[in-house]
């Protein structure tokens, strides 16, 4: 019902435009460009942003409206599927309930560290030390060695801590990189969810694990980053349009994905593609 619901809000919506089928005409490609980015973030905790920002970069969109406009489309995708990995957590029998816990404490100590980052960046006008895109860029390069890395010296070794809680050290690690990868995120719209998945595997968490905890700050965080870009108005309504029920239909399936790939071909793919993305910005 709920489904429906959006389904036929949308409808209503682009409707009510101007020129429906023209818009439908040259806005369709986008809503492709949603799932294809919302898979690739849902299924390996990097935020949408790596598929969207070289995409709208290359459409020739300006530096404030791409940010802004794959944030907004990240906050339907990442949300979807936030939910869908929560749901897994709580109800799959294979994982046990400190298991649960551990997730819900990684993400209080995340989540308020990132806003904080994000609205340090948007309200108080913290500049970036370069361009956006080469911080994309260098982002992507380190971010895909490091998962690559991960993934063909560490993979063979357990990746299941016998846990209940984070040690403090790991607490302070995380609200730091989190404060860090929250700034990255206002100014790259990604950053937070890489950020995390890859401080959490590089701590011996399971690749589901930590997949599961970057998704769900990276949507939070672009929950909480949007009405900066809302009261600004640089949001592209006419992509969102398009590309916000690609990213919901592409969250709904990217964990399966996910569990479908395992763990070292999710890495794997992971790591490779966000590399090649840094590699093309770069020449």
Known sequence: MATLSLVAFWAVLLWNQ??????????LGFFFLGIGGAITANSTGAGGGVVFVPSFNALGMAIDEVIATSFAIQCFGMTVGSISWLIFFNGDSKQKIERVNLLYQTLACSVPMSIAGIWLVQYF????????????????LIFGIVVLYHCVYLGKRSTHR????LTKPELLLIAVTSFIGGIITAWISVGIGEILAVILLLRGFSVMFSVAAGVVVSSISVLSGIPYFISE???????????????????LVARFIAQALGPQKLKLFLGSWILFVGLAGLL
């Open 18 to 27: 101007t020129n429906p089928l023209q818009l439908v005409s040259d806005f």
């Open 125 to 140: 006008h913290l500049l970036p030390v370069t361009s956006i895109n080469t911080i994309f860029s260098v982002f992507s």
């Open 162 to 165: 016998g846990v209940k809680q």
């Open 233 to 251: 108005q640089l949001i592209n309504l006419d992509v969102l349009l398009f590309a916000a029920p690609g990213a919901m239909v592409g969250a």
